[in-house]
């Protein structure tokens, strides 16, 4: 009786269908054209990378011309050298890794911890309160910034880190809980059923059950939340004054001028300011698009 089945099967497989032809090279034609927009967009999004760090080693006499030469000749190395020395950036490296990692650590708990409640605790008024969460995000930052300023003046916070590291602590940010909360509503209320017959409470849940569930969501928030904080400027220009506290951002702003900016060295500092953030989405580059398609924020 399968005898004939499949001889059907091995006819239907060798047998011409010009419709099915026409449909595999449409397909082919689609896919290689899907492929030829990407590139192209990656392309376009790459050329002022390539400027940039072009511009790094050139002299500052060639920098404008026209056309613009992209391969330097000759490549002048010693633009980084005097990129580096012209302020003292290693201490500004260091401020802003300080600020940027502890800024990062508290976003990510708290945000965790208020997006945890938002997602699994049951309370009245719980949409009512994060719809006003959410509404925040509408306010620009611009509004609050004076009161703020006011504020950390009055408890003597100015030209320390206190301002840029210490309000991390404190929910970090309705964006933040609001990633989390999408990806807490994916993970199953039977795995917490569980863990409080075992005898967990609450917190006890949330550190051990669904905290390590939630590596895709936790590095997506560690990347924007450090990349957020690293290349923050107005922050530390408004509460910083003393040159030694200055974060990497600010250093960079020493190569603009009132009448003239140094070009090379400015491209050359910024090259060696970008690496801590390449390096870090490289390090959690598969957490970060598994979040970013888990969490709902794509497109």
Same mark, same amino acid.
Request: glycine share 8%; charged share 15%; proline share 6%.
């Given at each position: 009786?399968?005898?004939?089945?499949?001889?059907?099967?091995?006819?239907?497989?060798?047998?011409?269908?010009?419709?099915?032809?026409?449909?595999?090279?449409?397909?082919?034609?689609?896919?290689?054209?899907?492929?030829?927009?990407?590139?192209?967009?990656?392309?376009?999004?790459?050329?002022?990378?390539?400027?940039?760090?072009?511009?790094?080693?050139?002299?500052?006499?060639?920098?404008?011309?026209?056309?613009?030469?992209?391969?330097?000749?000759?490549?002048?190395?010693?633009?980084?050298?005097?990129?580096?020395?012209?302020?003292?950036?290693?201490?500004?490296?260091?401020?802003?890794?300080?600020?940027?990692?502890?800024?990062?650590?508290?976003?990510?708990?708290?945000?965790?911890?208020?997006?945890?409640?938002?997602?699994?605790?049951?309370?009245?008024?719980?949409?009512?309160?994060?719809?006003?969460?959410?509404?925040?995000?509408?306010?620009?930052?611009?509004?609050?910034?004076?009161?703020?300023?006011?504020?950390?003046?009055?408890?003597?916070?100015?030209?320390?880190?206190?301002?840029?590291?210490?309000?991390?602590?404190?929910?970090?940010?309705?964006?933040?809980?609001?990633?989390?909360?999408?990806?807490?509503?994916?993970?199953?209320?039977?795995?917490?059923?569980?863990?409080?017959?075992?005898?967990?409470?609450?917190?006890?849940?949330?550190?051990?059950?669904?905290?390590?569930?939630?590596?895709?969501?936790?590095?997506?928030?560690?990347?924007?939340?450090?990349?957020?904080?690293?290349?923050?400027?107005?922050?530390? &220009?408004?509460?910083?004054?003393?040159?030694?506290?200055?974060? !990497?951002? /600010?250093?960079?702003? %020493? #190569? *603009?001028?009132? @009448?003239?900016?140094?070009?090379?060295? &400015?491209?050359?500092?910024?090259?060696?300011?970008?690496?801590? !953030?390449? /390096?870090?989405?490289? %390090? #959690? *580059?598969?957490? @970060?698009?598994?979040?970013?398609?888990?969490?709902?924020?794509?497109?």
């Amino acid at each position: 009786m399968t005898q004939p089945s499949h001889s059907k099967q091995k006819k239907d497989a060798f047998s011409y269908n010009p419709k099915s032809k026409e449909k595999r090279i449409s397909q082919a034609l689609k896919t290689a054209f899907t492929y030829f927009l990407l590139c192209l967009g990656g392309f376009i999004f790459l050329v002022p990378f390539f400027w940039m760090l072009s511009t790094s080693l050139k002299d500052s006499s060639v920098i404008f011309q026209f056309p613009p030469q992209w391969i330097p000749d000759p490549i002048v190395w010693g633009n980084y050298v005097e990129a580096m020395t012209f302020a003292p950036f290693h201490l500004f490296f260091l401020n802003s890794l300080t600020i940027a990692g502890l800024s990062m650590i508290g976003e990510v708990f708290t945000g965790a911890l208020v997006a945890y409640g938002f997602a699994k605790l049951q309370f009245k008024g719980r949409d009512t309160l994060f719809i006003i969460v959410l509404a925040t995000m509408m306010l620009p930052g611009e509004v609050t910034m004076i009161p703020v300023f006011i504020m950390f003046a009055h408890i003597g916070w100015i030209d320390t880190y206190l301002p840029l590291i210490v309000p991390s602590y404190f929910g970090g940010g309705a964006f933040f809980i609001f990633m989390f909360r999408q990806f807490f509503l994916g993970i199953p209320n039977e795995l917490e059923d569980a863990a409080r017959i075992d005898g967990c409470n609450t917190f006890q849940i949330f550190y051990r059950i669904v905290l390590p569930l939630s590596k895709p969501a936790l590095a997506v928030v560690a990347i924007f939340s450090f990349h957020g904080k690293w290349n923050d400027f107005l922050g530390p &220009l408004i509460y910083l004054n003393t040159m030694e506290k200055f974060t !990497v951002q /600010l250093g960079l702003a %020493m #190569f *603009q001028g009132m @009448f003239q900016t140094e070009w090379s060295l &400015l491209m050359a500092a910024s090259i060696v300011a970008l690496l801590p !953030v390449l /390096l870090i989405f490289f %390090m #959690f *580059q598969k957490y @970060f698009i598994e979040g970013i398609k888990l969490s709902g924020i794509k497109g």
